[in-house]
């Protein structure tokens, strides 16, 4: 399964390749595609959910494909990705 950035309109588009140097996402990587600050989530199915932390607080918008992948709101961009694409 590859890792996606899931907008919250529900479209849902390849994340780019990890740009650090032993193959994983940088934070700078994340945080450009969340907007903000990151907060890893667990999803339901195993993978690491990476979202705004302040996105709620932020006002962004309600992303309800995210929400479903982790069982409450979810507020702006998200990246499903698998656990071993972090540090």
């Known amino acids: 399964m590859s890792d996606q950035i899931i907008s919250p309109d529900g479209t849902m588009t390849d994340m780019p390749k990890a740009q650090g140097d032993d193959?994983?996402?940088?934070?700078?990587?994340?945080?450009?595609v969340v907007g903000g600050p990151i907060q890893a989530l667990a999803a339901y199915d195993g993978r690491l959910l990476i979202v705004n932390e302040e996105g709620l607080l932020k006002g962004l918008e309600h992303n309800p494909e995210a929400s479903d992948l982790?069982?409450?709101?979810?507020?702006?961009?998200?990246?499903?990705c698998e656990r071993g694409m972090l540090t």
Do not use: E, H, S
Not at 23 to 32: A, R, S
Not at 70 to 80: D, S
């Open 23 to 32: 193959g994983v996402y940088t934070l700078k990587q994340m945080q450009d």
């Open 70 to 80: 982790v069982g409450f709101p979810i507020m702006g961009m998200a990246l499903i």
